[in-house]
């Protein structure tokens, strides 16, 4: 219960026989007036103002919020709850049971380390499609996944029991957002606060970037790094700045050949091109109202993809529909409409919104597309899809052609641009019945045409819930969907992860023995290099049924509107305008195979779990009994020799650049993700502990051991370290050494440390965008760099930086470390940081840049004034205290 209530806004609210406590946001003169999502955040405020953290004035400037004005006022954001998935949330779950022992030796009470709000984690990260195109893909795939992954299971299954407010939904079960939109979310919360019962918006963070995908249901809501969703399980709030509102309106209807897919890689590059980095994004207008709930959360879920911190819908009469489709209680439904009314939380189509910028979209103009080859902004118009991949391919110094022959198969050439891994995929599209749906028409559509997908293209299907499979079967189409090779291999994100699987073995040894470039087509929402597949250069984004388009055509050298699929039974040629299913049919099938029933009977038990999740054997005690053999789960060392007052804040001196950087390095790029290659320095480590090849698994999967993860950052196989020449890969020049040699960065960086020397990174736009990948800052942490320096940052990284210790620094306006005249072979000394040790944040520091004797002759020495992205005094204090882990456990103890 709020401490203070400087407004008069405690009120009640009478719900179906219930009595509510809530926040009037009435009480706020301008509260009328506010966009939608900054409403929420005013009665965050109003209703967790306490006069210390969060005050009566940050509600009044919340209440006379300037649109246009730079944010320039921070506010305290207590989320309602937390979610995570696997790959992010065994770390945190790691660090809460680090935290109880540290807690214990600093004399604290280990059981204070405990979620204070909500938290729910999804296992979806860890099914890989190992198996694909028979009836028996998906048991083999959980089969597996449970032999790689049981000691993270078992670890969870205890988490699951010594936290209070922490619940587990098994593998199997679903993607993370799409569990969150068809279960989890309630759109408005209640809760019993020291014994009384309150309502008030559902809020949430996320340790994944498309946590925005709830946005579509009227939750604010987006992703943190996992540093972060800690702090705020441990009721800690968020610190942010009042940010920009971005309006835009959507106007027409969508043309019944074109997807949603369609529409949000139109808005991804709409948003992207107008920029919205750090800003929300809030969709009204008169065709809101036609944008179906799926859609939305379609829309909702690409906000990382244009760079927004979330990407809004309002609640109106098409939330409540889909809460009752999707099996939500008649009280709970009457509950968020009769809340969202009171509180001007309701759409008004007639309303026009104050907004910071505004943009419109008439989606009667959105045409069929698709986005490529390396980022979800970069549309293509699937009329120039042929012609565009001519274009790019000659970015990628392939080979020409290679002749193969396949087990019972004839003997056939593989070209560039042949489609290695068609994959319907990833919680953007798989929660979207009308897509989803027009894949199985196509799938039937082309059986009866007797076309068959190419050979040499991996298919597969990963439905978002178990929901998409029981209408799949309903409707008949699963049956045309395997005619066509697209068997379910697991219920989880999988090929948009990277847990692609292996390409068919014979496609692999030609790709790899002559350079070929071949693609993946995927309905995700992630195509960064190096990402899908290690065999793939060029990675696509592309609906559903255009994921089996391409598994028919084979290539990507393909012109749908002339180029024949294939010779049909009748002897005539097949073109995609054939075998495109009607609209109208598309909706009819969804309206006759998809029924509340599905939902609750799917998630009935949702967190019981299978015979295999009930039988792991589950630790139990309030403290972990960590396994000194474990190579999955060890005990991280942040929290060592740790005392209960911090130590001052030094300047950085003598440093040597670790990596010299371009624009658009992503989170994929720094923190280990996908497969682990052998002869790596993570592989040295697996093998030199026992571990096999065959037994490396993931990256992600073991997120859990520090050693491993320290090992694979900037170990992305399409890294470009600048500090090098023509050299891809996790590789580094050692200045430890006289003539600077090529060396993986692991090593080098433990060459360095043992020398005390500290590091730091140059790189240029848009560092760190991407997934809110939390070891993309504890690697870079781990590795002994001090301060990233970059032209900009995207605001996840940049405050997970932070959060472990890291200074986030910024060339000059216009200036990048090319510019300046570096080349990374300088070393490196920042003054000026020691300021923060008097209370205040300076908004530059100094850098010097001496030349070395690696650097060429004649070479100056360089200076310049960085800018430092500690944007608020609450990131100031957890840079102080070494990290916001740091922060949270003093503060405890104290």
């Known amino acids: 219960m709020s401490a203070v209530n400087s407004f008069g806004a405690k009120s009640t609210l009478e719900v179906a026989g219930k009595s509510y406590e809530i926040f009037r946001l009435d009480a706020v003169k301008g509260a009328e007036k506010l966009p939608f999502s900054l409403k929420v955040l005013l009665e965050n405020l109003l209703r967790t103002e306490d006069g210390a953290n969060v005050t009566a004035a940050q509600i009044d400037a919340l209440g006379n919020w300037v649109p246009t004005a730079e944010p320039d006022t921070e506010i ?139 946005n579509g249901l009227g939750v604010l809501g987006w992703g943190v790094g996992g540093i972060e969703a800690e702090a705020a399980m441990l009721g800690q709030p968020v610190s942010m700045l009042i940010p920009k509102v971005v309006g835009f309106k959507l106007s027409g209807v969508i043309p019944t ?93 007639d309303a026009e919104p104050v907004f910071s910028e505004y943009l419109e979209l008439d989606l009667s103009t959105v045409v069929p597309s698709i986005s490529g080859p390396k980022r979800p902004q970069d549309r293509i118009e699937l009329t120039n899809a042929k012609t565009q991949f001519a274009t790019d391919l000659s970015n990628y110094g392939a080979g020409k052609s290679a002749t ?104 692999s040894h030609a790709v790899q023995a002559n350079d070929l470039a071949v693609t993946a087509v995927l309905s995700g929402n992630r195509n960064f290099e190096g990402r899908i597949n290690p065999d793939v250069k060029m990675n696509y984004l592309a609906s559903p049924p255009l994921v089996i388009a391409y598994a028919l055509a084979g290539t990507m050298d393909f012109d749908f509107a002339t180029d024949s699929l294939g010779t049909g039974t009748d002897g005539e040629p097949v073109l995609l305008a054939d075998i495109w299913p009607n609209a109208e049919e598309v909706q009819s099938i969804i309206a006759s195979s998809i029924d509340t029933e599905m939902f609750t009977h799917e998630y009935a038990g949702v967190f019981d779990g299978d015979e295999r999740w009930q039988n792991l054997p589950t630790p139990d005690g309030v403290t972990f009994a960590w ?39 992503t989170t994929d790029h720094i923190s280990p993700a996908g497969t682990i290659k052998a002869g790596t320095p993570a592989a040295e480590y697996l093998e030199a502990h026992g571990v096999g090849r065959s037994e490396y698994n993931s990256y992600g999967s073991r997120r859990g051991n520090h050693e491993v993860m320290i090992r694979g950052t900037f170990a992305n196989i399409r890294l470009r370290n600048q500090l090098l020449s023509d050299v891809e890969g996790g590789y580094t020049r050692d200045f430890t050494e006289t003539d600077a040699p090529k060396a993986f960065i692991y090593d080098a960086s433990e060459k360095y440390q043992a020398a005390g020397t500290p590091l730091v990174i140059f790189a240029g736009k848009e560092y760190g965008s991407g997934s809110s990948r939390d070891w993309a800052a504890k690697g870079t942490s781990l590795l002994g760099v001090r301060a990233v320096i970059t032209e900009s940052f995207e605001r996840i990284h940049r405050s997970n930086l932070i959060g472990m210790g890291v200074l986030p620094l910024q060339f000059p306006a216009g200036q990048s470390w090319a510019t300046l005249g570096l080349d990374g072979t300088e070393v490196v000394s920042i003054s000026g940081i020691e300021e923060l040790n008097a209370g205040s944040t300076p908004k530059t520091v100094r850098v010097l840049a001496v030349p070395s004797e690696h650097s060429v002759a004649g070479k100056e020495t360089v200076e310049f004034d960085a800018i430092v992205r500690i944007d608020t005094p609450g990131e100031a204090d957890y840079y102080r205290n070494g990290g916001i882990l740091q922060y949270v456990l003093r503060s405890l103890v104290a």
């Open 404 to 507: 193969i022959e396949m087990a019972g198969q004839e003997t056939f050439e593989l070209t560039n641009g042949a489609v290695a891994i068609a994959a319907i995929t990833s919680c953007t599209n798989t929660s979207n019945p009308s897509v989803m749906m027009a894949a199985g028409l196509l799938a039937r559509n082309a059986a009866a045409k007797g076309l068959k997908t190419k050979p040499w293209v991996k298919t597969t299907l990963s439905p978002g819930s178990k929901v998409v499979t029981d209408y799949y079967d309903k409707s008949g189409l699963t049956a045309s969907l395997e005619q066509l090779g697209f068997f379910s291999v697991g219920y989880g994100c999988m090929t948009c992860i990277g847990n692609s699987g292996p390409i068919i073995d014979e496609v």
């Open 627 to 665: 396994d000194a053999d474990s190579t999955y789960v060890r005990k991280p060392p942040y929290f060592e020799g740790m005392n209960k007052t911090p130590s001052a804040v030094t300047n950085i001196s003598g440093a040597r650049v670790l990596a010299a950087l371009g624009d658009s390095i």
């Open 257 to 349: 050949a074109v997807t949603a897919t369609d529409v949000v890689l139109t808005i991804t590059e709409k948003l992207r091109q107008h920029g919205v980095v750090g800003k929300f994004v809030e969709f009204y207008g008169p065709g809101v109202e036609s944008v179906p709930l799926a859609n939305r959360a379609t829309i909702g879920n690409m906000s990382p993809e244009f760079g927004s911190t979330a990407a809004m819908f309002p609640i109106d009469d098409v939330t409540l529909g889909y809460l009752r489709l999707t099996g939500r209680s008649e009280d709970q439904v009457a509950l968020v409409e009769a809340y969202a009314k009171v509180q001007g939380l309701w759409h008004d189509v």
């Open 76 to 214: 305290q954001f207590t989320p309602a709850r937390v979610i995570m998935q696997d790959f992010t949330g065994v770390p945190c779950i790691v660090d809460l049971a680090t935290m109880r022992e540290a807690v214990a030796e600093l004399g604290g009470d280990p059981t204070k380390i405990n979620p204070l709000a909500p938290a729910e984690l999804v296992i979806d990260h860890s099914v890989v499609a190992d198996l694909f195109g028979s009836a028996d893909a998906l048991a083999r795939n959980v089969e597996i996944e449970y032999e790689r992954n049981s000691e993270r299971y078992q670890f969870l299954r205890w988490g699951q029991t010594a936290f209070n407010d922490f619940k587990v939904v098994p593998p199997g079960t679903g993607i993370v957002h799409q569990v969150n939109i068809e279960y989890l979310a309630r759109v408005t919360m209640s809760r019993a606060v020291e014994g009384v019962l309150q309502a008030y918006p559902d809020t949430c963070v996320g340790t994944d970037s498309h946590t925005t995908m709830v």
